[in-house]
């Protein structure tokens, strides 16, 4: 059964520092992963899918590197801003699993003034 | 504006009461998904479907029931069956095909005393 580790749980940092957030999942066989980002009380705003063919995806300042052999994503932070403040989430699609995700429990980032 | 709508956002149930969630898509996705939040928890899958009248389990359907009688609208029913029915339920979209990337919609706060 695939897990989807996160890791902090929790992170704060100053306004202005790049950052990254660490996905790990124990099966090797996906077919693409997916970061998300959730406000408190609302829905998931999908903000990366990377592939498993993929190394790694960009979209304005953040970037989510995939090493498959190892079982980890992570997604780079660049520039951190308070607007960035949320919850961020990784979910791992596995082969032959067709549509099916397995999310993390996420990480909680706070950026401060 | 495409998108994903649940109704209602809050509500309300006395214990031993069924109670149905609505979600809707306008962006012509085969698949649908629900999904139950709890605090200090990843998303945990209840239902799928990937095409009309037709559907399948998650990891946690018990006391849960869906239908997919029309492709913009995915339903669920929340029965008496459920034992601790108090949750954050999420529902998503996604294509049939190609990379399934997600969409969700802005949930429903079910509380049930």
């Known amino acids: 059964k695939q897990e989807v580790t996160q890791i902090p749980a929790a992170l704060s940092v100053p306004e202005g520092e790049n950052l990254v957030l660490n996905c790990s999942f124990t099966?090797?066989?996906?077919?693409?992963l997916q970061w998300f980002r959730q406000d408190p009380g609302k829905g998931l705003t999908s903000l990366l899918l990377?592939?498993?063919?993929?190394r790694e995806q960009t979209s304005g300042r953040l970037n989510a590197s995939l090493d498959k052999s190892s079982g980890r994503s992570t997604l780079y932070i660049a520039a951190s801003q308070p607007g960035d403040s949320a919850t961020y989430l990784c979910?791992?699609?596995?082969?032959?699993?067709?549509?099916?995700?397995?999310f993390g429990t996420g990480t909680r980032l706070q950026v401060t003034l | 504006d495409g998108g994903i709508t649940q109704s209602p956002k809050y509500l309300f149930r006395k214990e031993g009461q069924n109670v149905t969630l609505s979600c809707e898509q306008n962006?012509?996705?085969?698949?649908m998904y629900w999904y139950r939040q709890d605090p200090g928890q990843g998303l945990r899958l209840i239902y799928y479907?990937?095409?009309?009248?037709?559907?399948q389990k998650g990891d946690i359907a018990e006391g849960y029931s869906v239908s997919r009688e029309k492709k913009e609208s995915f339903p669920l029913t929340v029965t008496s069956a459920q034992k601790n029915p108090t949750a954050f339920y999420l529902c998503?979209?996604?294509?049939?095909?190609?990379?399934?990337?997600?969409?969700f919609g802005p949930g429903t706060r079910l509380t049930v005393t």
């Open positions: 998503a979209s996604s294509t049939g095909q190609g990379v399934y990337e997600q969409y």
């Open positions: 990377i592939q498993s063919s993929q």
């Open positions: 479907s990937q095409i009309v009248n037709d559907f």
């Open positions: 099966d090797s066989a996906i077919y693409n």
């Open positions: 979910a791992v699609r596995l082969t032959g699993t067709a549509s099916k995700l397995t």
């Open positions: 962006l012509n996705h085969d698949a």
